[in-house]
């Protein structure tokens, strides 16, 4: 009996090759698209849903299904998804962090979510179309999370907080290809998705205007407040500490003769800190919810650190806590190190795991 996937389709030229692929290598392929958002109310005025949330992807995710001859279903998610993604999502931004829905989607709604139905129907793996890799050590069966081939797609950052459990049964058909040839195999596969271009922004955010679904989701946010310099002197005023992002240079409301930066947010005194972009690195950080995809390291150890998804990884140390913190200390200053993002830790290509950055430490 050929051995059975669960393949997660957005309505994307991704997952939609991914499921092209695996059933031609033989499997028993089931498609299924999540149903995580809706639109309602003033939502359906914003456009809220986009990318793999509207019902055009659900289509598309149709079509390629028909073309292939695979079953197709819509699962409901949307509990879990507002729970726990877009709550925390407004939550965080509200406390003055940098919140990455993605990430927390992956490690609370999608794997658990797809393997959990994937043993309601009795199937042996579920795949996606991320671009990451999976490989197995034979001696002692432990799984590895490595990074694509393609570096310019790479998403093992934004996986990061898989498991073994998950490892051992999720599939990345296109985690040995450059997205060129991704493109190429949706034409040969005939696929109607085959030109649809890429969805980069968040699928609950319309236009990445993340202000105006604030305003709509939670109501009047705007809560007026000091923007200061690293000495703590007065240049203007804000409307809300959410408006404003680590490392962002414009829109700041302030006139100055050289380059400005928001280099921190604090809630409690309701302050927006900017500086030059030297007083935006950091040389460390902590960070705390911690995850590993094998076993967890020594109490000290070196990695490769990525602070974003799409800024390089640097050298540093990690050391574990007994609190169960992380400590990171660079080798050289980091730029536009932001609370509420991920810190990932790489042993070159191998994912060894990483946390919620909480503080940053910088420069005295």
């Known amino acids: 009996m050929a051995p059975s996937v669960l393949v997660g389709m ?53 079509r390629v299904a028909a073309r292939l001859d695979i079953p197709y279903y ?28 993605c990430v927390r989607c992956n490690q609370f709604v999608r794997f658990d979510g797809l393997l959990d139905l994937a043993d309601q129907l009795g199937m ?13 050590d034979e001696p002692s069966g432990r799984y590895s999370l490595l990074r694509a081939v393609d570096p310019f797609k790479d998403q093992s950052y934004m ?28 034409h040969e596969f005939d696929l109607p998705v085959a030109e649809k271009p890429d969805s980069v922004e968040i699928c609950f955010v319309a236009g990445k205007n993340y202000k105006e679904f604030l305003q709509q989701y939670v109501g009047d946010v705007s809560r007026p407040g000091d923007i200061v310099d690293v000495r703590g002197a007065v240049l203007g005023k804000h409307d809300g500490i959410h408006g404003f992002t680590i490392g962002q240079r414009k829109g700041l409301g302030i006139a100055a003769s050289e380059a400005r930066y928001v280099i921190e947010l604090r809630p409690r005194e309701n302050q927006v800190v ?25 109490q000290d150890f070196r990695a490769e650190v990525k602070v974003r998804y799409r800024t ?18 660079f080798t050289e200053p980091v730029w536009g190190i932001a609370p509420g993002q991920l810190a990932v830790f790489y042993d070159g290509d191998r994912v060894i795991g990483g946390g919620t950055i909480d503080a940053v430490e910088r420069a005295a």
């Open 159 to 186: 996986l990061h907080t898989m498991r073994q459990e998950q490892l051992r049964r999720v599939l990345f058909p296109l985690g040995h290809l450059t997205k060129r040839r991704t493109r190429e195999l949706a």
């Open 74 to 101: 819509v699962p409901n998610f949307r509990g879990q998804f507002t729970d726990a993604v877009v709550d925390d999502f407004a939550r965080e931004y509200l406390e003055g962090r940098t919140p990455n829905p």
């Open 274 to 298: 900017i500086g030059d972009r030297a007083e935006a690195s950091g040389i460390g950080l902590i960070c705390s919810r911690l995850s590993f995809t094998g076993d967890v390291p020594g």
């Open 312 to 329: 390089p990884a640097r050298e540093g140390t990690i050391s574990i806590e007994e609190d169960g913190t992380a400590s990171v200390r």
């Open 124 to 136: 042996d793996y579920v795949a996606t179309g991320h671009y990451a890799r999976i490989e197995c």
């Open 10 to 62: 957005s309505g994307g030229v991704d997952s939609s090759v991914s499921a092209a692929l695996l059933k031609q290598q033989g499997y028993d392929v089931v498609g299924v698209t999540m149903q995580i958002w809706h639109r309602s109310g003033t939502f359906e005025d914003a456009g809220a849903m986009q990318g793999c949330c509207t019902i055009d992807a659900m289509d598309d995710a149709r």
